[in-house]
């Protein structure tokens, strides 16, 4: 079960790694914020993982964190136009 959720793991480290090339290629702003969100989603769904692999629980908290601060992001980038006067 250990090896079965380590690879897990790596497979959404791979999945992390194409998103950031999305990331570099995205053309516009909302590309780049879904690239921002999978990040945070992908995050936390490897430190949870990790957590119950390693047997971890504080790793549970950081992941916690992961997602106020994607959720924090996410609603910085919906306000910024409204800031800048652009829409």
Do not use: C, W
């Not at 793991?9 to 879904?34: E, K, S, T």
């Not at 690239?35 to 390693?54: P, Q």
């Amino acid at each position: 079960m250990n090896s079965f959720l380590m690879s897990a793991g790596l497979f959404l480290l791979i999945n992390l790694a194409v998103g950031l090339l999305r990331l570099y290629r995205g053309p516009g702003p909302a590309d780049r914020i879904q690239a921002l969100l999978l990040f945070g989603t992908t995050t936390v769904a490897v430190l949870l993982l990790l957590a119950y692999a390693e047997a971890l629980p504080a790793l549970v908290h950081v992941a916690l964190v992961f997602v106020m601060l994607a959720a924090i992001a996410s609603i910085a980038f919906v306000q910024l136009p409204h800031r800048t006067g652009k829409d």
